[in-house]
């Protein structure tokens, strides 16, 4: 399995931006598509964005299209998701996760199950 490793969280105003970057070690990166998911207190987990393992397909949640962009750079083995115009409704542990079986699809694999591999996950809190 691939190891991965989230950072760049933090506290923002509403309106403000932030990039998360996921990290990842111990197998092929360009093997897996790439997502990121997150949980709010109280809540599940949702899908938030999906990547190709190319990086030429990309996938979104309907709460984050138009102000969330998913990334990657498979030279440097990461992903990252830049977060616009941010809500207090962004608030949450925000999850990468590798998905090593379907890495070329993107829009029908969005479930936690789709995803073998996760990250510790890295805070994300919007201040009103």
């Known amino acids: 399995q691939v190891q991965l490793v989230e950072s760049g969280g933090g506290l923002v105003q509403a309106g403000g931006s932030l990039r998360l970057s996921c990290a990842a070690s111990g197998r092929t990166f360009s093997d897996y598509a790439m997502g990121w998911f997150r949980q709010a207190p109280g809540k599940e987990r949702e899908f938030v964005a999906r990547?190709?393992?190319?990086?030429?397909?990309?996938y979104y949640a309907g709460s984050v299209k138009g102000r969330f962009t998913i990334s990657r750079d498979n030279a440097k083995n990461t992903v990252y998701l830049q977060m616009n115009s941010l809500k207090p409704e962004d608030t949450a542990v925000y999850y990468c996760a590798a998905d090593p079986l379907s890495p070329w699809l993107v829009a029908s694999k969005t479930r936690i199950s789709d995803f073998g591999s996760w990250g510790q996950g890295t805070q994300v809190t919007v201040s009103a």
């Open positions: 990547i190709s393992w190319s990086g030429t397909s990309t």
